[in-house]
């Protein structure tokens, strides 16, 4: 009996010893930080009592710079399932406590095996980053298991939802595996991401950079658009990551969760119908109407401090999840730039790999002029946008609310790219630019040669916006399946979507498109 109780007993010192990760002090640092340990991240993101461990006796196999002599159990990666509002996820959560939270060959492996189960079960994968970067005593070892998850995450596009949290540093290779998957969330001041630090880019360029100004949550929010949520602190973060988790299917193969809302399906808008200026350049707030006509007003919103002259996002519209795109007439007139048109396109790709329906809202004066974005490959990322919209399959449905000029009114979700119910308000005007370009092309010499040019060019623009800045041409040639009041548009919505939810749609049988990258 004695040597049954010792064998327990020394089970439980090594599962106590892997739970205690680098011990008190380190942990102790970790929450002078203002940042939760890895079971600490894992306790509060999964639902009570529903963390199962995977792998916790795991141990590196480096035996060179004296690491034989520092063995952790775990080796620095907390890893598991469990639930969310009761649906399973896996996750892992690096320990920085342990090795800085540096990524070994077993310490890979386990996120491999976390990977691989979730792919398996069809269940969302969610990664708390908080890591060193690779292990260096390891060396090729440790770079291999990088690879190894980088292929993982890549055979998991598009198949489960994989979402990653970053909630400490994360350098180097490590940014690729966040950056394949689907969401990633940077917790501000506490967490950077760059692939060279602010030392080696002194060293190379002989640039002064701080840690912040190069990789911190701000700057990706902003500027570089790799990060899509910033949470202020890691209870926020893994709150972002709950709310997230319920809003999409567990898979490619099912539909996302039905919830019962109490707003009625019928609910008249009337703040809507004097919502869109009388005059054409005046801006209004699209969040306005996304609040007004989903359930609830609930709307998140995804990358909402980049490209903000367009707005994605998720709602809801009689308890089905659904994506939300819409131009911002506040920022650029609503204008298409580079940004904005990959922002869209890489969100309207992600709608139509997990069978969420996409509503988009359109007041677009077109792509935003200029040489720097000739430069940058407008066409190009503009491409981007039109190829996401032509490719998916899902429910689209699209309102115009003013303005869809040029080939952005083609681009934006148009019946000409297969657009299941496109609908405008009167306010909407289709056509191939704005009544002063227009008029001043079509009609230069007139207006040149008239006795009052100016008196001419204004009746002439008159002459236009009556003729052409409305949605009833359109309409007339089957462009629009209607013209609608403002205030019936989530009672018009709601019907469409309810028709459209078993919607099936093929495509030639081909490996893969060629999308313009």
């Not at 966040?178 to 060279?196: L, Y």
């Not at 303005?403 to 000409?416: E, I, L, Q, R």
Request: charge should be negative; glycine fraction near 10%.
């Amino acid at each position: 009996m004695s040597g049954v109780k010792e064998r327990i007993d020394d089970l439980r010192r090594r599962k106590a010893q892997s739970e205690a990760g680098g011990g008190q002090s380190r942990i102790a640092a970790q929450h002078s930080k203002g940042k939760l340990t890895a079971r600490e991240r894992v306790e509060q993101l999964l639902d009570e009592n529903s963390f199962m461990e995977v792998d916790s006796l795991v141990e590196h196999r480096c035996r060179d710079f004296e690491m034989d002599k520092n063995i952790i159990p775990g080796d620095g990666v907390v890893c598991g399932h469990g639930t969310i509002n009761g649906r399973t996820v896996y996750c892992f959560a690096q320990d920085f406590t342990v090795y800085g939270g540096s990524l070994g060959e077993m310490h890979g492996l386990k996120i491999c095996k976390i990977l691989d189960m979730a792919l398996k079960t069809g269940a969302p994968v969610i990664g708390l980053n908080d890591s060193g970067g690779a292990r260096i005593q390891e060396g090729v070892a440790s770079l291999g298991s990088y690879a190894e998850i980088f292929f993982r995450n890549v055979r998991a596009s598009g198949v489960i939802p994989q979402i990653s949290v970053i909630m400490g540093p994360c350098a180097g290779g490590a940014v690729y595996s966040p950056a394949i998957t689907d969401f990633v969330i940077m917790v501000d001041k506490t967490s950077h991401m760059f692939i060279t630090g602010p030392e080696v880019i002194k060293t190379v360029t002989n640039e002064e950079v701080s840690f912040e100004d190069l990789g911190g949550a701000s700057t990706h929010a902003t500027k570089s658009g790799v990060t899509h949520f910033t949470a202020d602190n890691d209870d926020e973060a893994l709150e972002l990551v709950r709310e997230l988790v319920q809003l999409l299917p567990s898979n490619n193969l099912e539909k996302a969760p039905i919830l019962e809302t109490n707003d009625p399906l019928t609910r008249i808008c009337e703040e809507l119908d004097s919502l869109v200026p009388v005059i054409a350049t005046q801006p209004y707030d699209m969040l306005n109407v996304i609040e007004s006509i989903f359930d609830d007003g609930a709307f998140l919103e995804v990358q909402a401090d980049f490209a903000p002259n367009i707005i994605v996002g998720y709602s809801r519209l009689g308890g089905h999840t659904v994506g939300v795109v819409a131009n911002q007439p506040k920022i650029l007139a609503g204008c298409l730039d580079i940004d904005a048109s990959v922002k869209a396109a890489r969100f309207v790709r992600f709608c139509d790999a997990f069978n969420i329906p996409i509503v988009t809202l359109v007041d677009v004066p077109g792509f935003l002029p200029g040489a720097n974005q000739e430069w940058g490959g407008i066409i190009r990322h503009g491409a981007k946008l039109l190829y996401a919209y032509a490719e998916a399959t899902v429910p689209k449905i699209t309102v115009i609310t003013r303005k869809a000029y040029g080939g952005a009114y083609d681009v934006m979700s148009s019946k000409h790219i297969r657009g299941d119910y496109n609908i405008a308000w009167p306010s909407a005007q289709l056509a191939v630019m704005g009544a002063d370009g227009a008029v001043q092309i079509i009609h230069k010499r007139r207006i040149n040669t008239a006795g009052n040019p100016e008196q001419e060019r204004q009746r002439l623009v008159d002459d236009y916006n009556e003729t052409f800045a409305n949605p009833y041409q359109a309409a007339a040639l089957g462009y629009l399946d209607d013209v609608i009041q403002p205030r019936d548009t989530r009672k018009v919505l709601t019907k469409a979507l309810g028709a459209l939810l078993d919607k099936e749609e093929s495509r030639p049988a081909r490996k893969h498109g060629n999308i313009p990258l």
